[in-house]
């Protein structure tokens, strides 16, 4: 079974920059994507960023494309989420998730198992 943890939520000012963090257990953990989802109070949840099984391509949301940068350390089963530059409409709940897949993958319903959300809230 994969658990999934997620950290690195909190309260920040626009264009501070925050560090998420996903842990994960489940020994097929390391040889699918990862992804990064958000949902803002009163919007459907939307695509972040999309990082392949080794690390060697990801792929972003218009949006956040040049500000955000995702990695992961398979050693560790821990995929990351750099966050730069925040503005209020980057508030929201992030999720991590595992695909099924090791490629990029942007949509929410190819991942088997999401984590339970941190909160990212972003103002003055």
């Known amino acids: 079974q994969v658990q999934r943890v997620e950290s690195g939520g909190e309260l920040v000012q626009p264009g501070d920059s925050l560090r998420l963090s996903c842990a994960a257990s489940g020994r097929t953990v390391s040889r699918s994507a990862r992804g990064w989802f958000r949902q803002a109070p009163g919007k459907e949840r939307e695509f972040v960023a999309t990082?392949?099984?080794?690390?060697?391509?990801?792929y972003y949301t218009n949006s956040v494309r040049g500000r955000f940068t995702i990695s992961r350390d398979n050693a560790k089963n821990t995929v990351f989420l750099q966050m730069n530059s925040l503005t209020p409409a980057d508030t929201a709940v992030y999720s991590c998730?595992?695909?099924?897949?090791?490629?990029?993958?942007?949509?929410?319903?190819?991942?088997?198992?999401w984590g339970q959300g941190t909160q990212v809230t972003v103002s003055s």
């Open positions: 998730a595992a695909g099924a897949g090791g490629g990029l993958e942007t949509r929410a319903f190819a991942y088997a198992v």
């Open positions: 990082i392949n099984w080794n690390g060697g391509s990801t």
